[in-house]
């Protein structure tokens, strides 16, 4: 198949643990599919590929990658689009530069990232790069809006297996610090634009002299527009504050940021935190540190690095290290602290594990304990505040026993403050920011000072409708209580809610649906699957995110295996397999004990959803009889407990590969709708069958050993299959 040939189902090559493991899923979804007249084709949406993509002047031809995430943004706009895509890495700076440093060490001639550009082709290349870093996949491919729930095999595996939950008492010392004021939600102004128009974005110095920040930003009739902005002067005083008390309450300070997906502005924030706490060092040594190309946005790691062979920084940095609380930790052992990396410590995976843990966090002495967890913008601090305060009071979630909360999410067309970066800016002086319309008209105005943080949003009018009218669809569907997630008193919610409750009345279903702020709809929320029944989230693009890891990691102690479906509005699927998170402390074990145990069971679901969206797509009644002997195999391994362990010499995800293939051909020759390919199936699975000793033996005598994938962002495919499909009988029978 050609390149510019569009397969039937598009798997995506990502980063990390879920590209390796797809070294050895691919081949059997392959396989399999090629049975029943499906193509399944790649595209790489790696962070590698997409600076490959990015730079290809200075390559070969052999080197150069198409921009296959462009071809994507444009596929997914069509009916055509069946997408299973797995999750990738959201860039943080260092991030980046680690991976242009590895491909420059495989012969890739990629320019350094210019972290200070000065020359007109240094700020050239910087552009590039920032349309690379941060959440740069997930708005383009998002065309539609989300549909994440617990697929009922993977519930009923959580109820009959729960997983242990940390214990939760009224004493915890464990809480939530949000800004009272001065931060992006107390600032926050929106509007609906009556006409399709075009803004501009300037900044009025004290003087009078104006800069234009951003001009000729279009938006259709209809768009909800916000703008807000965070006080630096505000955010200093809070963290000076909450560091002071953390210290007094005896606690861990952690802060918990999105400095992935809001690349702009969280690195920002997570800078001004990293100064905050070595403020004595940088008022002492902040020139010498300038020169040394300290940027405290990129994390305390970084800063360390520099300063290392500077005896006088680094006694300071000891002297008020030894003066502040103690910090959580993203590693104990090797001394990596809440402030080393901004992209370590994701808000929607850290505060779930640690409320998942009875509120205890890992400490610099390796041991548990209470955390401040510092939320500075309150936007959606309340949930997690609401979440803590509700398990002090009524004790952990019993998995065993709890329902689940499903989420129909607000997210096409780069909804919210996902699609803030190219408008947001840190101001290099005191004045008033504008979003003047092209007639004039100015619809908000902020008076700001130097180092503020401003941003604007925006949110289209098809999205929204598409996202109530899903609401309704799935409220009808289940039966279950929805709430839809929205602040009245919140400037951007309100004027969704001008457009949510005409809607219902029209429809009317308005008595099917409540309306609650973010921190009332958490405690019905859980009050609702404490009594074992089912509730469904109807929220913004932030929420969404929050909330898929938040429930699913306390029902089922993972949102790695939700079922992701986004209903592309211009009739095509988008298949998600699930978080990412843990996945560099995977690749670690792999590179170190050969034992990856990252469970694929997201896209197992992902995979069953895809092929019977193709059916009713292409009219293939082929691919739904796979399609629902993915779900029989999905089952399979949940109950025949062949998921991966954690520990080198147990089974793997390698192993769990080879069960969901067996199950899948035996649930293949043994359906009676179609002989075919029930005649081609059913010697693969006597053969899969007969061959499991051997099989097994073969993935067992590889594990223990360091592996070997020739990268960390770019591995060599070569060497990736070779560490991925050790066993000569399976890949014999699979092809």
Same mark, same amino acid.
């Given at each position: ?27 059997i ?5 090629k049975a029943?007249?499906v193509?399944?084709g790649t595209?790489?949406?790696s962070?590698?590929g997409r ?7 200075g ?5 150069r990658?198409?921009?296959?995430l ?10 055509d ?10 860039? %943080? ?9 590895e491909?420059?060490?495989?012969g ?9 550009p000065?020359?007109?082709a =240094?700020k050239a ?7 690379i870093? &941060? ?7 998002r065309e ?26 009224a004493e915890?010392? !464990? ?5 009272s004021? /001065? ?6 102004a929106?509007?609906t ?14 003087d ?14 209809? !768009? ?9 002067k505000?955010?200093?005083?809070f ?9 007094a309450? &005896?606690?861990?300070?952690s802060?918990h940021?999105k ?5 702009v502005?969280?690195p ?10 070595l403020?004595?060092v940088f008022e ?11 940027n ?11 300063v ?41 995976a ?11 966090g890992? /400490?610099?002495?390796?041991k548990e ?9 309150n936007?959606y601090?309340p949930v ?5 305060e509700f ?7 019993n ?9 129909? &999410?607000l997210?096409?067309?780069?909804a ?10 840190e101001m ?19 008076n ?7 941003r604007?949003?925006s ?8 996202w ?5 669809e799935?409220?009808?569907a289940?039966? #279950? ?10 400037a ?6 001008? #457009?949510v ?13 409540e ?10 929320s ?9 509730t ?9 995110? #929050? ?5 699913p ?6 949102s790695?295996?939700?079922l ?8 095509? &699927?988008?298949?998600e ?13 792999l590179?170190?004990e050969?034992?990856?145990?990252w ?5 197992f679901c992902?995979l ?32 025949h ?6 520990k080198?010499?147990?089974?793997d ?21 179609d ?21 097994? %033996? ?9 592996? =070997? ?14 560490v991925?499909r050790?066993?000569?009988t ?6």
């Amino acid at each position: 198949m050609a390149y510019n040939d569009t397969p039937d189902i598009i798997y995506t090559i990502v980063d990390e643990a879920p590209q390796l493991a797809s070294g050895s899923l691919l081949p059997i979804i392959s396989s399999f599919a090629k049975a029943a007249g499906v193509s399944v084709g790649t595209r790489d949406i790696s962070l590698a590929g997409r600076i490959i993509a990015a730079f290809p002047e200075g390559l070969s031809e052999e080197q150069r990658q198409n921009d296959d995430l462009a071809a994507l943004g444009e596929l997914v706009k069509t009916a055509d689009a069946n997408v299973i895509k797995l999750p990738n890495i959201s860039a %943080s700076v260092p991030q980046l530069v680690a991976a242009v440093k590895e491909l420059q060490s495989q012969g890739f001639d990629i320019p350094d990232y210019p972290e200070a550009p000065e020359t007109a082709a =240094d700020k050239a290349v910087r552009a590039r790069f920032d349309a690379i870093k &941060g959440s740069a996949v997930n708005p383009v491919l998002r065309e539609g809006n989300s549909d994440r729930r617990a697929a009922a095999a993977v519930k009923n595996y959580a109820q009959n297996n729960p997983h242990r939950m940390g214990a939760w008492t009224a004493e915890s010392k !464990t809480r939530v610090a949000s800004m009272s004021g /001065g931060d992006f939600f107390s600032n926050e102004a929106s509007a609906t634009l009556g006409d399709a128009t075009s803004a501009k974005i300037v900044h009025v110095a004290a003087d009078g002299t104006e800069t234009v920040l951003k001009d000729g930003v279009s938006y259709p009739a209809g !768009t909800v527009v916000d703008a807000t902005f965070m006080s630096a002067k505000a955010l200093d005083e809070f963290l000076v504050d909450q560091i002071a008390q953390t210290k007094a309450e &005896g606690t861990l300070f952690s802060l918990h940021m999105k400095a992935t997906m809001m690349k702009v502005s969280d690195p920002i924030i997570f800078g001004h935190a990293v100064k905050a706490w070595l403020a004595p060092v940088f008022e002492q040594f902040g020139a010498e540190m300038d020169e040394l190309g300290v940027n405290p946005n990129s994390g305390l790691g970084d800063l360390l690095d520099r300063v290392k062979d500077q005896p006088a920084i680094m006694a300071a940095i000891d002297a008020i290290t030894a003066e502040r609380p103690p910090m959580y930790m993203v590693d104990s052992d090797r001394g990596i602290t809440n402030l080393h990396v901004p992209s370590d410590v994701i808000i929607d995976a850290s505060m779930p594990a640690l409320i998942r843990a009875g509120g205890k966090g890992w /400490g610099p002495d390796g041991k548990e304990a209470d955390s401040n967890c510092v939320i500075p913008d309150n936007s959606y601090a309340p949930v997690y505040d609401a979440t803590i305060e509700f398990f002090k009071t009524n004790g952990a979630l019993n998995p065993a026993t709890a329902g689940t909360v499903q989420n129909l &999410g607000l997210m096409a067309q780069k909804a919210e403050e996902y699609g803030s970066h190219p408008t947001t800016f840190e101001m290099s002086a005191a004045g008033t920011v504008k979003m003047v319309l092209d007639d004039g008209t100015v619809i908000h105005e902020h008076n700001v000072d130097a180092g503020d943080i401003w941003r604007s949003a925006s949110t289209r009018k098809a999205p929204i409708e598409d996202w109530v009218n899903l609401a309704i669809e799935r409220q009808k569907a289940t039966g #279950y209580r929805a709430i839809f997630w929205l602040d009245e008193n919140r400037a951007h919610d309100a004027q969704l809610l001008a #457009y949510v409750k005409p809607i219902l009345e029209a429809k009317g279903v308005a008595d099917k649906f409540e309306i609650m702020a973010p921190r009332e709809a958490t405690v019905a929320s859980l009050e609702t699957i404490t009594k074992g029944e089912n509730t469904i989230a109807i929220t913004g693009n932030v929420l969404r995110d #929050y909330l898929t890891d938040l429930f699913p990691i306390l029902e089922l102690a993972t949102s790695a295996k939700m079922l992701s479906i986004v209903k592309l509005m211009n009739g095509g &699927g988008l298949f998600e397999t699930g978080a990412g998170g843990s996945a560099p402390k995977h690749v670690q074990q792999l590179m170190e004990e050969n034992h990856l145990r990252w469970d694929s069971l997201g896209e197992f679901c992902a995979l069953g959803e895809s092929f019977k969206f193709l059916a009713d797509a292409k009219n293939n009644a082929k691919a739904r009889i796979l399609g629902d002997a993915v779900e029989t195999a999905t089952q399979g391994v949940l109950d025949h407990d062949r998921s991966p362990g954690r520990k080198v010499g147990q089974p793997d995800n390698r192993d769990s590969h080879y069960w969901f293939a067996r199950y899948w051909a035996e649930a293949l020759a043994a359906q009676s709708d179609d002989a075919d390919l029930a005649a081609h199936f059913a010697p693969i699975a006597k053969a899969l069958a007969d061959g499991e000793e051997a099989i097994v %033996s073969e993935l067992a005598a590889v594990r223990g050993a360091a592996a =070997d994938t020739g990268g960390y962002y770019h591995t060599d495919a070569a060497k990736t299959a070779a560490v991925m499909r050790p066993s000569a009988t399976l890949n014999a029978i699979i092809g």
